[in-house]
């Protein structure tokens, strides 16, 4: 029989209603033999994610204080949808180990505190659908460097889970590769992982579909903030996806894909509050599912570049001056979003993030510096306020006329395009446009190509 691995995301598991809609969704597919949970996220607008309150409860511990007000929220939150519930679960025995837990691992790291929402939403969730509830820490694991042990993680899990049948798998964490069992030996992957769970326990058993439960229908054709009525796109391929990354409402995990693309396994997105509804599928180049008729699949963009414009006379004429610009950036451990590059001029593209906020690495003027010494440029202009935009459609591929009419959608809503990238493989062309001209921009080709 076919085999489905669940996953529902926090704010479909924020309350009891929520776990509710989940097992009746399971109940209603008998191939649904796997689920990952999230930890329960926010029930209303100004709600608290439970990960995020244990987190506070940690940070509080590791200087030291009491953390009795987000731990009563934690408990509380719990406390109501097991009653609510009716199962009969030791939820005071949980808590109280997961609170002992938290104080050991205060000069540890967050990493236990934070893990505990999965775990417990886990344990409530396998008691109301009668499934066993697998403990991560036994079967999901790190390597030395922080990665995912796949060898270890897929004998195990894969193991476990063969015998079980059926089973819950809490998201987002797993053991350290020396792991024994205690709270220290706990690590979750980055914030949103349980996704990366979910496709890991999909390859595991060699699930015939990852399907990916949330609160929203779907990934839509561009940001519905920008362009009202934006609708799901139907099918998207595993490079689309990474080509539409910019999209700012994000539905899945960047590191998910992974898993799952190369065991060939199909992800589908779909909404618990419309589980009827197609949603998106997420497949291979090859998986008949993508063939398509359009032109475009998706817009996606972001405001926050800045970009480096480095000039030099015969620049093309000197080996070498690529790799010391881009020394510098490794040196100060930055990524580039793009390089687009003239004859005597190449152009770095960089997230505002390394130079503003809690993550800043250096000021943007210190990097031009840099950037002119080591090259011996004529010149290193910083060009802030940088939007990205990403037409992205596989339908796009050797198919001429298509920049024309990206082009032309601009020039009539009269914006002015500072950079311009077409992907290598064919699948989009990305642009660089004023972050007052973003919305416009969007709407432009969006009009173009989809209509209005
Ligand atoms: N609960 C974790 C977070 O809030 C992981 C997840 O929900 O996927 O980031």
Redesign the pocket.
């Known amino acids: 029989m076919s085999v489905k691995v669940c996953k529902f995301?926090?704010s479909s598991l924020a309350d009891a209603a929520g776990l509710r809609r989940a097992a009746e969704i399971l109940a209603a597919d008998e191939s649904r033999r796997f689920v990952v949970p999230?930890?329960p996220?926010k029930r209303f607008d100004g709600d608290r994610?439970v990960?995020d309150l244990l987190i506070t409860c940690h940070e509080l511990a590791r200087q030291g204080l009491g953390f009795d007000e987000p731990w009563g929220l934690v408990a509380e939150r719990f406390a109501a949808i097991v009653a609510e519930l009716g199962v009969s679960v030791d939820l005071e025995g949980w808590l109280a180990e997961a609170r002992a837990g938290i104080e050991a691992t205060a000069a540890v790291g967050p990493d236990f505190a934070?893990s505990r929402?999965?775990a417990l939403n886990g344990r409530v969730l396998g008691a109301l659908l009668g499934w066993a509830c697998v403990d991560p820490a036994e079967v999901i694991w790190f390597n030395e460097r922080g990665r995912l042990d796949e060898e270890r993680t897929y004998r195990a899990l894969g193991g476990r889970l063969k015998e079980l049948g059926r089973a819950v798998v809490p998201?987002?964490f797993g053991s350290r590769a020396d792991g024994d069992g205690s709270p220290a030996s706990i690590k979750t992957f980055s914030?949103?992982?349980?996704?990366v769970t979910g496709a890991i326990v999909a390859r595991a058993v060699m699930a015939a579909v990852y399907e990916n439960w949330t609160d929203v229908p779907g990934l839509l054709i561009t940001d519905p903030r920008v362009v009202p009525g934006a609708f799901p796109i139907e099918v998207v391929t595993y490079r689309e996806l990474r080509e539409l990354s910019y999209s700012g409402a994000r539905v899945l995990?960047e590191e998910a894909v992974f898993p799952v693309r190369s065991a060939g396994i199909p992800v589908r997105i779909l909404s618990t509050r419309e589980p009827g509804e197609p949603g998106t599928w997420i497949v291979a180049a090859a998986d008949p599912k993508a063939e398509t008729e359009y032109e475009i699949t998706g817009i996606a963009g972001r405001s926050g570049f800045t970009g480096f414009m480095i000039e030099k006379a015969m620049m093309n004429a000197e080996v070498g001056f690529g790799m010391r610009a881009l020394a510098v950036l490794d040196r100060h451990e930055i990524s580039f979003e793009h390089v687009p590059s003239g004859v005597d001029t190449m152009t770095l593209v960089i997230d505002d993030a390394y130079f503003e906020g809690a993550d800043a690495v250096i000021t943007r003027e210190a990097l031009a510096e840099e950037i002119k010494s080591a090259t011996h440029a004529d010149e290193v202009d910083v060009d802030p306020a940088i939007s990205l935009i990403a037409t992205v459609g596989r339908g796009m591929k050797r198919k001429p006329g298509m920049a024309a009419k990206l082009f032309a959608a601009l020039h009539e809503a009269d914006v002015n395009i500072r950079m311009i990238d077409q992907g290598s493989s064919e699948l989009n062309i990305t642009i660089g446009v004023d972050d007052a001209d973003y919305a416009s921009a969007v709407r432009a080709i969006y009009r173009k190509f989809v209509g209005d």
């Open positions: 995301g926090g999230s930890a996220g994610k990960t934070a929402g999965e998201g987002f914030r949103g992982g349980s996704d995990h």
